[in-house]
């Protein structure tokens, strides 16, 4: 069937159904009969339209949901608008673009994404206001999410109301700026600007719902590789900015930036009489900063004096200074970053600002985050939060992730010799076992890629784009090589199924049947395939020797024609392997991604994340998808979604409390998950200033030494004879509507001195690698806050399980057990490291221990009142929380308290065999504070190597 056909019915069916939706519930059959009057419009049907797919695709999308965005405003110097002129204005271009997107994201998602671009543009202010004006915000999305889509809905919305000048900053690289100026042309432009003087006007997207000549904004740059706005663009380009809305969409580079101020000079700015600055003023300005916590951030040091005033003669870098510059020209100016990985731009200080370039970036007007639908496929997802059990966890990486351990002669972070090893340098020649070929990992991976794209098409799914992505190097000379030595495989295995195995090698067929028994037969799901089938091998050998011709490798190399080969008609049949490094990182969409080889450890927090490009939306395959990577890469993803889900949390605490950008970005620069995310964010030596107020310190990571377990025991002992006898055996806590929490065999002590607890504190061996559990910072951090005189007192609970009964200070306690985590560390190496890694190690059940039933209560209602349903965090719709969060346990505690849990770890573990002592664990749980202090750290960047050494 036609796409374009198929496209047009469901696009009609979807419009017809969003106007039902508001008088009545949508069901399958109310679905049926829209279907089948709008198939009578169409008496030309193509012979293979499937009245039952169409059907089951309009209804997918109908069962999409999305939450409710989160926000922190400061509406200071703002004055309300939008409601006011609403109703008068004309919302042609927002009205395409909805028809436009509707019937592929659907209805609700549709519904909310009206809402949510109505709330930013609304903290814009008005375009036709007088007088100067200044808004900065950021839109923070999930990665690979949707951002775009927002974006572009944000800039539709504002051409409607008046702005006239729309910049839109898409990355540093061709490919990324031309996968954005195609996606600003199908849903805001409506045509192709890629043409040639001689020919007509070429209809893209919105275009071809409503080519209405008055709807053609003007654009300056294409879609080609040289569509930018360079210095050719700029002598001849002669729009006068003022009448229709003028698009630009450019790469974050210094010529391309100059340029456009250049040419705005040159167009349409006077002298200021006040300032004597040259300005424009009655063109209001909306610049969208795609990815802007890359190349937009001031990374220079010396933005303050020792003072801590900001510096007005200080030199920012250079695309930081180029934007800053570019806003300062216009009078009237809106800016909106748009990222998933925000904290270097809440890391910008809000006071920022010199004399040339104005204000910096802090995003002081407004912060959204932005939920993501049910049906996105991202890392809480992939690699599990903090509120999942390890089971579970466990059972999603087994899902999708496969471990890589022959890359390198070994697993460790300094090795130089092997394929790829983790240390090489430009020109590093890769050899597997002293060959010039693939290691068995990424064959696997490539037969893994076949499998999925063939299993796609039994389903189906025949035109839908396949691809896979191989990121293990980022010197192009290294990626040129490995590109080479695909080929090589990739031929064999096309030679053989064109010609028949060759006697005395290998048998790529039975590899694949067998990959396929072994990782694709049990996990398929056959609600995916047709008539719910069981897939065997046998019904997927013919599709497997349709695609394997059609497969193509090529090395992505940043430029446009790394996007517009996508685009290109017939695309969709083709099975792509794209090689690449750096410039496969940031917003690069690979279309129908199943299959990823991940090799590179990168340095940055941020830039880890983004290279998630598998992370997107995965209708209807989501099963077939493999990440194939080193345990350390996935350790670190771990750490990093579980950080990103804790300042996610902070984030909605301080949107449920009404808080400012400048709050937030307070709150977050001391957040001890920055612990965590500042190893591979930030350069070694950096000082950082922390607050442990409102959070919890635990330990997972333990030495497993016998002389450290036995010297941490008795710090144990000593500590718990000097608090004397506990004020509770057995604790129990009433609970609402009558339930009760009990901790048999358990102690528990009121009001203990913070004396004690910093001495445990000073005796108690914590491991290096428990980075947000050291007993030398969080003694640090009490003591300064007892000078302030919080944290005086202390509920101290020694938490039994299930285990051996062992003997402390005379406190007979059965031992809680727990397996060592060998998702990343397997038991040998944490043996030979003498370290012994554990998962969560405290339930809220425990961490509320010294609530009473009204706090509890109280916390409860808190953790409701900040919660709302998103999809890409793992919340189920409609099924609210049943106990309090650890951020609202810690929020409704008496401030001047603190909590400290000790768990005695029952030693019988592979790791721990032979030791006798119980291994101590421990937890403190802080309140929040009004009068939080911070202490100093220092970062240890745990990927800070040199580029030599790299």
Same mark, same amino acid.
């Given at each position: ?32 009969? %829209? ?11 193509? $012979? ?16 999409? &949901? ?6 922190? %405003? ?7 608008? @939008? ?19 509707? *019937?592929?994201? +659907? ?25 100067? &004006? ?72 919105? +275009? ?16 080609a590789d040289d569509g930018d706005f360079n210095t050719n663009r700029a002598k001849t380009f002669s729009i006068n900015p003022g009448g229709r809305p003028l698009v630009f969409v450019i790469k974050k580079q210094y010529t391309v930036l100059q340029n456009l101020i250049n040419w705005v000079k040159w167009a349409h700015t006077a002298v200021h009489q006040e300032t004597g600055r040259e300005s424009v003023s009655g063109i209001p300005l909306l610049v969208i900063d795609d990815e802007a916590d890359h190349a937009s951030v001031d990374t220079k040091d010396g933005a303050f004096d020792e003072h801590g005033q900001p510096d007005p003669e200080h030199d920012p870098s250079h695309i930081n200074q180029l934007i800053r510059r570019l806003l300062t020209l216009f009078q009237q100016k809106a800016y909106v970053g748009y990222t998933a990985t925000p904290f270097a731009n809440i890391f910008i200080h809000e006071q920022a600002e010199t004399k040339e370039e104005g204000p910096d970036l802090f995003p002081s007007s407004f912060i959204i985050s932005l939920p993501a639908p049910s049906d996105y496929f991202g890392p809480v997802h992939v690699f599990g939060s903090d509120g999942e059990d390890e089971d579970e966890i466990e059972d999603a990486q087994h899902r999708y992730v496969r471990e890589i351990e022959d890359h390198a002669d070994s697993l460790s972070l300094n090795e130089n010799s092997g394929w790829v090893p983790p240390k090489h340098k430009n020109g590093w020649v890769p050899r597997y076992?002293?060959?010039?070929? @693939?290691? *068995? ?70 590899? @694949? ?28 050998? *013919? ?9 193509? %490798? ?57 290279? +998630? ?84 310190? $635990? ?43 009990? &901790? ?58 299930? +285990? ?96 400290? @849990? ?39 960047? %745990? ?8």
């Amino acid at each position: 069937m036609a796409d374009g056909v198929a496209a047009k019915i469901r696009g009609q069916v979807m419009g017809i159904l969003e106007e039902i939706r508001k008088s009545e519930t949508i069901t399958r059959e109310r679905i049926a009969r %829209v279907l089948d009057g709008i198939c009578m419009m169409f008496p030309n049907l193509p $012979e293979d339209f499937d009245r039952e797919d169409m059907l089951a695709s309009i209804e997918e999308r109908i069962s999409i &949901w999305i939450g409710d965005a989160q926000e922190l %405003v400061n509406n200071e110097n703002h004055v309300e608008w @939008l409601a006011a002129r609403k109703p008068e204005l004309e919302w042609n271009y927002w009205d395409r673009y909805r028809q436009h997107i509707l *019937p592929d994201i +659907g209805l609700e998602p549709t519904t909310k994404l009206d809402g949510i671009t109505d709330r930013i543009l609304s903290h814009l202010e008005d375009p036709q206001r007088e007088g100067a &004006w200044d808004r900065r915000g950021l839109v923070v999305g999930h990665v690979q999410s949707g951002k775009t889509a927002n974006y572009t809905g944000l800039i539709c919305k504002a051409a409607d109301a008046g702005y006239k000048i729309i910049i839109v900053l898409a990355g540093i690289h061709k490919n990324l700026r031309s996968q954005t100026q195609i996606r600003i042309e199908e849903g805001f432009l409506g045509y192709d600007n890629n043409r040639r003087p001689d020919e007509g006007f070429r209809a893209v997207g919105v +275009g071809n719902i409503n080519p209405d000549p008055f709807l053609r904004p003007d654009s300056v740059t294409n879609r080609a590789d040289d569509g930018d706005f360079n210095t050719n663009r700029a002598k001849t380009f002669s729009i006068n900015p003022g009448g229709r809305p003028l698009v630009f969409v450019i790469k974050k580079q210094y010529t391309v930036l100059q340029n456009l101020i250049n040419w705005v000079k040159w167009a349409h700015t006077a002298v200021h009489q006040e300032t004597g600055r040259e300005s424009v003023s009655g063109i209001p300005l909306l610049v969208i900063d795609d990815e802007a916590d890359h190349a937009s951030v001031d990374t220079k040091d010396g933005a303050f004096d020792e003072h801590g005033q900001p510096d007005p003669e200080h030199d920012p870098s250079h695309i930081n200074q180029l934007i800053r510059r570019l806003l300062t020209l216009f009078q009237q100016k809106a800016y909106v970053g748009y990222t998933a990985t925000p904290f270097a731009n809440i890391f910008i200080h809000e006071q920022a600002e010199t004399k040339e370039e104005g204000p910096d970036l802090f995003p002081s007007s407004f912060i959204i985050s932005l939920p993501a639908p049910s049906d996105y496929f991202g890392p809480v997802h992939v690699f599990g939060s903090d509120g999942e059990d390890e089971d579970e966890i466990e059972d999603a990486q087994h899902r999708y992730v496969r471990e890589i351990e022959d890359h390198a002669d070994s697993l460790s972070l300094n090795e130089n010799s092997g394929w790829v090893p983790p240390k090489h340098k430009n020109g590093w020649v890769p050899r597997y076992m002293g060959e010039l070929t @693939l290691p *068995p990992s990424l064959v696997k991976a490539i037969h893994s890629f076949i499998i999925a794209s063939a299993v796609r098409r039994a389903r189906g799914q025949d035109r839908a784009h396949n691809s896979m992505l191989v990121h293990v190097s980022r010197f192009t000379s290294v990626q040129n090589l490995v590109k080479q030595q695909i080929e090589a495989e990739v031929e064999a295995i096309k030679r053989e199924f064109r010609y028949g195995e060759t006697e005395g090698e290998r048998c790529i067929r039975d590899e @694949l049947e067998a990959l396929f028994t072994e990782d694709f037969a049990d996990s398929l799901k056959p609600d995916h395939n047709p008539d719910d089938e069981i897939f065997e091998w046998e019904d997927i050998e *013919p599709f497997v020797e349709r695609a394997i011709p059609q497969i193509d %490798v090529k090395e992505i190399n940043g430029s446009a024609g790394d996007i517009l080969d996508q685009e290109a008609a017939g695309s969709e049949h083709v099975l792509s392997i794209a090689v690449g490094g750096d410039k496969l990182s940031r917003g690069l969409t690979l279309k129908g991604l199943t299959t990823s080889y991940f090799l590179r450890a990168s340095r940055m927090y941020d830039t880890l994340m983004q290279m +998630g490009r598998w992370f997107g939306y995965r209708h209807g395959y989501e099963d077939v998808c493999r990440l194939y990577m080193t345990a350390d890469l996935r350790e670190w993803f771990e750490k990093i979604t579980v950080a990103s889900e804790e300042l996610r949390e902070e984030f909605d605490h301080m949107a449920a409390v009404r808080g400012t950008p400048r709050n937030y970005g307070l709150r977050v620069r001391s957040h001890p998950a920055l612990m965590i995310t500042s190893r591979v964010k930030m350069r070694s030596g950096t000082p950082m200033k922390l607050s442990f107020a409102g959070t919890i310190s $635990e330990t997972v990571v333990f030495h497993a030494s016998k002389d450290v377990i036995e010297a941490n025991r008795q710090t144990t002992e000593t500590f718990l004879k000097a608090i004397g006898l506990p004020s509770k055996i057995d604790p129990s806590r009433a609970r609402p509507e009558g339930s009760l929490h009990q &901790w048999k065999n358990s102690f528990f002590w009121e009001r203990v001195d913070a004396s004690a607890i910093l001495s445990f504190l000073g005796g108690y061996a914590t491991h290096e690698d428990s980075v947000k559990a050291n007993s030398n910072f969080l003694r640090q951090f009490i003591e300064k806050q007892n000078e302030h005189r919080d944290l005086l007192e202390w509920d101290v609970a020694l938490l039994s399980g299930r +285990g051996q009964v062992t003997d402390l200070a005379g406190l007979k306690i059965p031992m809680v057990e727990r397996t060592p985590l060998t998702r990343n560390t397997s038991i040998s190496d944490q043996i030979d490291a003498k370290k012994y890694i554990i998962g969560r190690l405290v339930s809220p059940r425990d961490e509320a221990i010294d609530l009473d039933e009204d706090a509890f209560a109280e916390a409860l209602e808190r953790t409701r009142a900040t919660w709302h349903e998103d999809a890409a965090r793992n919340r189920t719709r409609g099924e609210f929380p049943n106990e309090p969060s650890g951020m609202s346990i810690r929020e409704t505690r008496h401030q001047g308290r603190g909590l400290m @849990l000790l768990y005695p770890l029952d030693p019988d573990t592979e790791v721990t065999r032979g030791v006798t002592d119980p291994v101590m664990a421990v937890a403190l749980s802080f309140p929040t504070s009004s009068n939080a202090t911070e202490i100093d750290y220092v970062v240890n960047n %745990v990927f800070a190597r040199t580029e030599s050494e790299l």
